[in-house]
């Protein structure tokens, strides 16, 4: 939703851009019930806090109070937060900045966006604090599971541009993952499937009939013993696509705890010891802003041999 001119700029909060909620028509007899009934996930307790702590906003700017009118078509700011938030070992790392892009190495398991247990710990938050660009956004992403390369864009005026590079195919990209060795696999090969979600495990995608809307070209760099280092590098970016791609040709990837079966759930606790061997490693396209050529490779290790591949 666009902010009309007259409005106020929200400022960030340890990092954390607001949220918006617009009042629908109905009844409310204060903010405070409009807001837990609205979103029941947060308890009218928790509301009542945040509420005296400053963090919800009126279009003004202005503290909101809870006993205050909620009345249709007004709109309210609020700051996410996570009571005991996990502690996640690694932190961000930036790569490059300039006017226009932000790059960074993401750390196994840390989210892009603030999600479920995760608000501060976030990539975007964390980069937010760290820069203080309220715009900054992701122009992709990747697996919380997933380590490696993630850009940002730092203008939201110019965020289309760069997705359009996402969109027509005009940036390539590639991972490496770490599995089984199979000598009676041939490669390289390019593996297209239909993906869609599963139906039983929400979190999961799976290969369905019908045409492909996935297609990945996936090569062999090299072998030690029973295991094996790829490299993907996908032409579609559907969810999870890389991960059901090289499970559907019998070499699921190490640490993976969805495929072949579901070993944790997503709100499990995590067991850091045991990251998923997937890592967005380089990047390579002509920035349509600069008409520069970029191109950035991660710094961030697998497990495997004793140094990165």
């Known amino acids: 939703m666009t902010r009309s001119a007259s409005l106020a700029p929200m400022p960030l909060r340890e990092g954390v851009s607001p949220s918006v909620v617009a009042v629908p028509a109905g009844h409310w007899p204060s903010l405070l019930d409009f807001l837990a009934h609205r979103m029941p996930g947060i308890s009218r307790e928790e509301w009542a806090q945040r509420l005296s702590q400053g963090l919800v906003l009126q279009e003004s700017g202005q503290s909101a109070q809870p006993d205050q009118a909620c009345l249709a078509g007004q709109r309210f700011f609020y700051y996410r937060h996570v009571s005991d938030e996990p502690c996640l070992p690694m932190s961000a790392n930036v790569l490059f900045e300039d006017d226009h892009l932000l790059v960074a190495d993401k750390p196994h398991f840390m989210p892009v ?38 850009l940002f864009g730092k203008h939201l005026r110019e965020r289309d541009a760069y997705h359009a590079l996402f969109r027509e195919h ?97 709100d499990a606790g995590e067991d850091f010891n045991q990251p998923l061997q997937l890592l967005a490693h380089s990047v390579q396209f002509t920035d349509p802003h600069t008409g520069q050529d970029r191109q950035w490779t991660s710094t961030l290790p697998l497990d495997w041999r004793t140094s990165p591949p």
């Open 113 to 150: 966006t603030p999600s479920g247990a995760y608000v501060q710990q976030s990539l975007l938050v964390q980069l937010k604090r760290l820069t203080g660009h309220a715009e900054l956004v992701p122009l992709h992403r990747i697996d919380r599971e997933t380590a490696g390369l993630v």
């Open 170 to 266: 005009r940036i390539h990209k590639t991972y490496r993952a770490v599995a089984t060795h199979r000598p009676d696999l041939t490669l390289p090969c390019v593996h297209t499937s239909r993906l869609a979600e599963d139906p039983v495990h929400f979190f999961k995608m799976r290969e369905v009939p019908g045409d492909p809307n996935s297609e990945t070209r996936i090569t062999l760099l090299d072998t030690q013993g029973p295991r094996a280092l790829y490299q993907l590098e996908p032409v579609s970016g559907k969810r999870h696509q890389l991960r059901v791609h090289m499970n559907a040709l019998g070499i699921p990837i190490e640490g993976d705890q969805f495929y072949p079966s579901v070993l944790r759930g997503p």
